[in-house]
């Protein structure tokens, strides 16, 4: 008479994801900053003024994965799913994918070690019709290179005793 919580896992890897960008190290950032800093002279400053700027030296700028950072979190605050599904159904012509297709593409596409040799993920057209994870992968990757870099270095080092069924890395369950 007690009540039964299930929880979706699957639903929590895109959160889960969002962790793997404290990973990256912003030092070397930190660092260029400061040396773009240091070189500013006036020959720069006047160019800056002719270009419209005001010629004061740069005080930083925002690195990439910072900004990749902030955009991934935007989207799922949103549904990272219907994201998915609108930039894959824009490159496909005749079907049109549901969010709970991409879904499962998605969780194929993360649940699979074929990414991390950069392969084509061909394998597992048998798992969807007319290979489309292909392209849900190929969205994300090309949407957030960043932590698609930062999962395929925690999938070889961090997680790599954590193996599918075939026992290949698997990041999904590792997460």
Partial sequence: GKVLADID???????LLLSLYDK??????AEDNKATKKDWNEYK??????QGGDGAAPTGRIPEPEKERLKYKKVLQGDIYT???????SKIKHKAYGRDDIKRMFSAFLNSSSWLEEETL???NFRIKHNKINEVGK?????????????????TKDQSEILSK???????IGL
């Fill in 9 to 15: 896992i699957k639903s929590s890897h895109p959160t």
């Fill in 45 to 50: 400053a006047s160019r800056d003024i002719q």
């Fill in 83 to 89: 994201f998915l599904q609108k930039e894959v159904n």
């Fill in 166 to 172: 075939k026992g290949e890395p698997c990041i999904g």
């Fill in 122 to 124: 061909s394998h597992l």
């Fill in 139 to 155: 969205v994300f990757i090309r949407e957030f290179p960043n932590l698609f870099e930062l999962m395929k270095e925690v999938a």
């Fill in 24 to 29: 990256f190290d912003y030092k070397k950032f």
